[in-house]
């Protein structure tokens, strides 16, 4: 009877010892998982810091911008030679269709088409930027807007505007982010009336250009859009806002639903030095 008690009490010391074992091992990896844990949450957001710094960067921002303004160059180059071409090609062979009525509903839709794309080969890669007029570009894209958007736009820029202060990259970046507002608007605002006002300051305002633009259109919720990543980059706001930190521009945008936007881009004269193309 003692031997068996003896034996069971060995088997009971052995069973402990195993769980002792076990439960040290398993408290050692809980240890070294939350450990790991921490260093990897801690690296994650390290390295989304940098990832956020290195994309609002001024180096990262301008590589950005000139990708984007090369392919938008390429694809407008691409709508000249090819797609133009082939549909004034068109328009040459519709001339001999006999049926009056339709040859002239050719041609009407064909002569169309060919100002659409170059409206779009324009709006790609506009060259009138490139002479560093920010007043007659706004006037050629604000006349190009009204061409094929009916909306009410004004256009309010007084002759004793100084915008003499802007190098090339301001002007081409502010242009940019004005046709990026109105194509917004054109797209998404369903408005009726667009305002498009350049003044420079009043009173205690800091030294420099403002801009608004102004719509009575459906309006949205700017703080809904930042956090959603897709809404920033269905309104092209992203963009926009990188452009504006890469001349060191401010922009702000105020919305409310059924109440119409307004955005307003602040560019201080002490910021702008002499500055060539992208």
């Known amino acids: 009877m003692d031997e068996a008690l003896t034996k069971a009490q060995?088997?009971?010391d052995r069973l402990q010892s195993i769980l002792h074992s076990y439960a040290q091992f398993f408290i050692v990896f809980d240890v070294i998982f939350i450990a790991a844990l921490v260093v990897i949450l801690v690296l994650a957001i390290i390295y989304l810091k940098s990832n956020h710094k290195l994309r609002r960067s001024r180096s990262y921002i301008r590589y950005t911008i000139r990708?984007?303004?090369?392919e938008r160059g390429r694809i407008a180059r691409e709508l000249h030679d090819t797609v133009a071409q082939d549909l004034r090609y068109c328009?040459?062979?519709?001339?001999r269709i006999t049926d009056k009525p339709l040859k002239n509903e050719i041609s009407a839709l064909l002569d169309k088409s060919v100002k659409q794309v170059r409206s779009m080969s324009y709006n790609l890669a506009p060259p009138d930027v490139t002479k560093n007029d920010l007043r007659a570009s706004l006037v050629n894209l604000c006349h190009n807007f009204q061409e094929y958007c009916p909306v009410n736009l004004r256009l309010?820029?007084?002759d004793s505007v100084d915008m003499t202060f802007l190098n090339a990259q301001d002007v081409f970046n502010l242009y940019r982010m004005i046709q990026e507002s109105l194509t917004n608007i054109k797209k998404h605002a369903d408005a009726s009336e667009v305002t498009l006002l350049l003044r420079n300051q009043l009173g205690t305002e800091e030294a420099g250009l403002y801009i608004f633009i102004t719509d009575d259109g459906v309006g949205f919720k700017p703080e809904a859009r930042k956090v959603s990543s897709f809404e920033a980059n269905h309104l092209g706001?992203?963009?926009m806002e990188q452009r504006a930190l890469y001349i060191n521009a401010k922009l702000e945008v105020n919305s409310q639903p059924g109440e119409g936007t307004q955005i307003t881009i602040i560019k201080p004269a002490h910021e702008s030095k002499n500055g060539r193309m992208l």
């Open 10 to 12: 060995a088997e009971i």
């Open 67 to 70: 990708g984007q303004e090369e």
């Open 91 to 95: 328009r040459m062979l519709s001339d």
């Open 156 to 158: 309010i820029i007084p």
């Open 237 to 239: 706001l992203e963009g």
